[in-house]
């Protein structure tokens, strides 16, 4: 079983950065995709972003250009870089990945925007 922890939330001001961490234990998630969503208290889960085994990520509109998602394999981690935080990004993010046909999350990490 891979079990995923994230790490690296807080509390940040406007404009500023975070990295936020997912990673993996009891399996190697090298070849796998690992995505990222977010929920703000009172809202649906979003789909942040997604990275492939290969490499290729995928952001949804409202952080593009602001999130990057990279993968260490050597670490077994994929990294959600934020840059330029707005007070909109708040909300508790979660990394997931997809582990013998079952969907594996980790227990999300909380992300505060504000000045």
């Known amino acids: 079983q891979v079990q995923l922890v994230e790490s690296g939330g807080g509390l940040v001001q406007p404009g500023g950065s975070l990295r936020l961490s997912c990673t993996a234990s009891?399996?190697?998630?090298?070849?796998?995709?690992v995505g990222w969503y977010r929920q703000a208290p009172g809202k649906q889960r979003e789909l942040v972003g997604t990275?492939?085994?290969?490499?290729?990520?995928s952001y949804v509109d409202s952080v593009k250009g602001r999130f990057t998602i990279s993968r260490d394999n050597a670490k077994n981690t994929v990294y959600l870089q934020m840059n330029s935080l707005k007070p909109e990004d708040t909300a508790v993010y979660y990394c997931?990945?997809?582990?013998?046909?079952?969907?594996?999350w980790g227990q999300g990490t909380q992300v505060t925007v504000s000045s």
């Open positions: 997931y990945t997809n582990y013998r046909g079952a969907r594996v």
């Open positions: 009891g399996s190697s998630i090298r070849f796998s995709a």
């Open positions: 990275i492939t085994g290969a490499g290729t990520t």
